[in-house]
């Protein structure tokens, strides 16, 4: 299997040597760009040309409507038509540029040939690459340009039906559980990854605004596509085999599957990809589409106006005044700010301030009569500068100092749901500006990295006879079905948002009533990645309670073995020499947790894959215990090291664990808090791996892996393979031929007879 590694080398350096940082640039191949960047930039508003956009080296953030996604080497876009984005350079500089590609999908000939010349072809956007053999179909929007303008003067016929898809709702045609409709355009389009003719559809679940307006549809390997194929009895061609945990491939076949297969595999029916990982394949088949021609990258800006008045009494009053004859006022700087009038009446209907007749009603310098204007503004805007009031809060002479500003800003960590990343966002950076070039900052942006937190979702119950949703405690399991506990109604159900509306919600004083505040928080940060949806899950829960016990258990119960004389001024006086093998493992395990810890949280917030660390620590300081401790097998360091162990653990666990962190630390003797300690460090030395499994082969298959010392010479290799006891079985009696030995890796002995 190819090097994905060396082949992302490979093609980074070719394009780096062919064109520099040269930012967008036309290659030499017909419809392919490049845009090679060694500058990041927070977010501008773009439009993305109809193109399949491939990123090589570094990362992206992009906005699809009010939706933002993650954008880099792992991931990749497909657009049918002009996308309008809002779009983030994070990942790029001199030692490691942008690298990112552009290619496009076209009309087979026939059809351009029925259109009599009027259309080329579509480009759409994909983030699976890999899929691009299991194609069956593309669908494009009935809102698409290429609907109205080309297929209904074609295809008259179909016209009723695209209308209708055109007056659903647009939100309830994304529904999970919306039916897919559709009708056939009567064109086909050709897939640029294998000649396949497929057929062009209409349907309703692909929206205009929304992304492209076209998708190229995949339905062994995307659940919308799958369902409208089932009921259209369109093809499905499974080109991604999946792989179970263990690394083997899972067996499936079209006829059996009965959802989608979404995940990442193994690839089949692809051609010369056969046999690639999916990640190894996107990177193959890019190469693929850049030979032969079809595709390039482009950014262009656009942004749109955007209303931000609103009839609410909260909000900043907008200063403008009115005349008898509609002439307009800027309200005098001497009278601003314009103060929330305090009475007024809510009655849930119309705008609050128009019931104060003295807060609407105002004499203009020139003695007319005239109207204030009682809409106020978008709380986004009126939000859009807060960062810089923090700075100075209680100075009532200027909203802010510029030293101050200029000190502190730009703020280094945005942490905000998709509202902000969309459109506050927008309303700061404008501020922001504006402020700058009236120099009362010198920066020019507000932020400089943006993490845009996943939802938590729930289970919902709806019913449909009471047309309500029920809480959970009204509801019970009959047969496996959610049913009402009063009535016996049979409920739909489907995981959601947690909301109010919905019912959905779990109470967090039942939650740390039960399991503690710890677990509670020890779970929602290791369940998923902080940008990722968060499903609730109860037995989720009950294992971080597990987790939390056996650390409390462990910790308590060998606290005395542990030397409380050893400090961490003087790394806990361990003499590394007088380690014994087990002593020498679980101090690697720490340093590599407290590395990997580190890193999670201070590079990507990815707090789950640090708690996971630690509960991998865990199990391997539950092994020395057993090992070491029980057996009063120690060395004369083993209990400096274990006190190493101990603390450092603790301080590991302790952001998202304080109370049992504190309660531990104090077992250990200490009379501080864990957080007034320092955050712990690690050796890189004591990281590393010193001895690595070398694999031992006879006539190319495996029949033995050994320990082995990093750097261990060629001829001790070939004698550690030549005396294996496994490898002897199918050595003995027959001649060696050859030995093979790849260093740090492997050894082949080649016999025959």
């Known amino acids: 299997m190819a090097d994905i590694n060396l082949l992302k080398e490979q093609t980074k350096e070719f394009l780096l040597d062919r064109y520099g940082i040269v930012g967008s640039t036309q290659s030499d191949i017909d419809s392919l760009d490049f845009y090679i960047s060694d500058k990041t930039h927070d977010f501008i508003s773009a439009v993305y040309e109809p193109s399949l956009c491939i990123i090589l080296q570094g990362a992206k953030a992009i906005g699809f409507g009010d939706d933002m996604y993650g954008y880099d080497e792992r991931t990749y876009a497909l657009a049918s038509t002009h996308v309008p984005l809002n779009v983030s350079l994070k990942d790029a500089s001199k030692e490691k540029p942008y690298i990112s590609l552009r290619i496009k999908f076209s009309l087979d000939e026939a059809s351009k040939e029925t259109l009599g010349g009027k259309f080329d072809g579509f480009e759409v956007f994909t983030t699976r690459p890999d899929t691009l053999y299991g194609v069956t179909y593309a669908t494009v929007a009935p809102e698409h340009p290429l609907v109205e303008e080309i297929i209904l003067k074609e295809n008259p016929s179909i016209r009723e039906a695209v209308e209708r898809m055109i007056n659903e709702d647009k939100i309830a045609r994304t529904a999970e559980d919306k039916e897919k409709e559709g009708v056939f355009s009567g064109l086909y389009v050709i897939n640029p990854v294998n000649g396949e003719k497929v057929q062009l559809w209409i349907a309703n679940y692909v929206l205009m605004d929304y992304g492209t307006g076209a998708v190229m549809a995949v339905p062994a390997h995307d659940e919308r596509d799958f369902q409208f194929s089932k009921k259209y009895n369109l093809d499905l061609k499974i080109v991604v085999n999946p792989v179970d945990k263990n690394g083997n491939l899972e067996e499936v076949s079209v006829e059996k599957i009965e959802n989608a297969l979404v995940n990442s595999g193994v690839l089949v029916n692809s051609e010369e990809f056969n046999g690639l990982n999916s990640n190894e394949a996107k990177e193959k088949i890019t190469e693929k589409l850049e030979k032969i021609g079809l595709g390039k990258k482009t950014v262009n800006y656009r942004l749109h106006d955007w209303l931000i008045s609103r009839q609410r009494y909260w909000g900043t009053p907008i200063p403008v005044i009115y005349d008898e004859d509609g002439n307009i006022y800027l309200e005098e700087e001497a009278n601003l700010p314009v103060k929330l009038p305090t009475d007024i009446e809510f009655s849930g209907k119309g705008n609050p301030l128009e019931t104060s007749e003295e807060f609407k009603n105002v004499i203009l310098p020139n003695g007319k009569k005239g109207r204030r204007e009682t809409d106020t503004m978008d709380t986004f805007v009126d939000s859009s500068w807060y960062y810089l009031r923090y700075l100075d809060s209680h100075n009532d002479k200027e909203p802010f100092k510029k030293e101050d500003a200029d000190n502190w800003t730009p703020v280094h960590q945005y942490i905000g749901g998709i509202e902000h990343a969309v459109m506050h966002l927008l309303y700061a950076r404008f501020f922001h500006k504006s402020l700058r070039d009236l120099g009362y900052v010198d920066t020019n942006e507000p932020f400089k990295r943006l993490l845009t937190q996943g939802m938590v979702l729930g289970p919902s119950y709806y019913s449909q006879n009471e047309r309500r949703y029920l809480f959970p405690r009204e509801v019970e399991m009959k047969d496996g079905k959610p049913v009402s506990k009063e009535t016996g109604e049979e409920l739909a159900t489907k995981v959601e948002k947690m909301s109010k509306s919905k019912n959905n919600g779990v109470d967090p004083e039942e939650i740390v009533k039960e399991y503690g505040a710890d677990s509670s928080r020890v779970f929602t940060l290791f369940a998923a990645p902080p940008e990722k949806e968060l499903e609730w899950n109860m037995?989720?829960?009950?294992?971080?309670?597990?987790?939390?016990?056996?650390?409390?258990?462990?910790?308590?119960?060998?606290?005395?073995?542990?030397?409380?004389?050893?400090?961490?001024?003087?790394?806990?006086?361990?003499?590394?020499?007088?380690?014994?093998?087990?002593?020498?493992?679980?101090?690697?395990?720490?340093?590599?947790?407290?590395?990997?810890?580190?890193e999670s949280i201070e590079d990507d917030f990815h707090f789950n894959t640090a708690i996971a660390a630690v509960m991998e620590l865990l199990n391997d300081m539950t092994t020395y215990k057993q090992e070491v401790i029980d057996k009063d097998n120690i060395s004369s360091e083993s209990k400096k090291i274990w006190r190493e162990v101990l603390e450092k653990t603790i301080l590991l666990i302790a952001p998202f664990a304080p109370h049992?962190?504190?309660?531990?630390?104090?077992?250990?003797?200490?009379?501080?808090?864990?957080?007034?300690?320092?955050?712990?460090?690690?050796?890189?030395?004591?990281?590393?791996?010193?001895?690595?499994?070398?694999?031992?082969?006879?006539?190319?298959?495996?029949?033995?892996?050994?320990?082995?010392?990093?750097?261990?010479?060629?001829?001790?290799a070939e004698k550690l393979a030549l005396e294996s006891e496994k490898a002897k079985k199918f050595i003995d009696g027959k001649e060696v031929v050859k030995v093979i030995v790849v260093p740090n890796k492997l050894v082949n002995v080649v016999v025959k007879g």
Do not use: C
């Open 539 to 598: 037995n989720g829960l009950a294992g971080a309670y597990r987790f939390i016990n056996r650390l409390y258990l462990l910790v308590s119960g060998t606290a005395e073995f542990s030397d409380h004389n050893a400090k961490s001024e003087n790394h806990y006086g361990v003499e590394l020499k007088k380690r014994n093998q087990k002593d020498e493992e679980i101090q690697k395990k720490l340093h590599q947790t407290v590395k990997k810890v580190t």
């Open 660 to 716: 049992v962190a504190d309660e531990l630390w104090a077992y250990l003797g200490n009379e501080t808090f864990t957080f007034e300690e320092e955050w712990p460090k690690y050796d890189e030395e004591l990281t590393k791996d010193h001895t690595f499994n070398l694999v031992i082969q006879v006539n190319g298959k495996v029949r033995d892996m050994v320990s082995a010392q990093i750097g261990i010479s060629k001829d001790d």
